[in-house]
Each structure stands twice: as C-alpha cells, then as structure tokens.
C-alpha cells in the first residue's frame, strides 16, 4: 500500500475534527514543530497539545489511499507485463 498526502490548509474548527485519527499538521510558521491527531481528539506533539479551534491556520496532510494491483517484472529472462489498476480513497 502506498499513501499519499495532500496538503490541505485548516479553516475551521469542525474541518479539524473531521480529520482522521494520526493525520499530521504543519504550522502556518515554518519554524514550528509539526502536530498530529490522535483517537482522544486533540492534537499533540512532544509536551503540547491543542484543540482543534487551535488548528485554524495550520495545514494537514490529508492521506488518501491508493493500492496498485499489477506487476511488471522479469520471469526468467523474459519480461511479464500486466496491467496495474490504481484505486484511490480520498479521505477528506
């Protein structure tokens, strides 16, 4: 599997409780420590934590899913091609 974010700025306080669980978030200044969601709703770094009114303003990497089926590779000395499928889950 493999995951893919998008960045996505936080404008309000109930898009910031709608992200998922462990999703990160960077500060509007570049210098900051990076925040992450966990499952009691607030979001932490080491030694703080904030509410999600807090998170107005910073930006999060929003996963969204995306499983490849398919492989090219080398059989013996002959090259298998097969056709990849690529099916994504945003979840915004």
């Known amino acids: 599997m493999t995951m893919i974010f998008i960045p996505t700025p936080i404008t309000s306080e109930e898009q910031a409780e709608q992200l998922p669980d462990w999703t990160v978030a960077m500060p509007p200044d570049k210098g900051g420590e990076p925040m992450w969601k966990c499952e009691c709703g607030y979001w932490e770094t080491d030694g703080h934590d904030r509410r999600n009114a807090e998170m107005v303003g910073w930006t999060a990497l929003v996963p969204i899913e995306v499983r490849i089926e398919g492989h090219t590779g080398y059989v ?17």
């Open 76 to 92: 013996g000395d002959q090259v298998e091609q097969r056709t990849y499928y690529i099916h994504t889950e945003v979840t915004r």
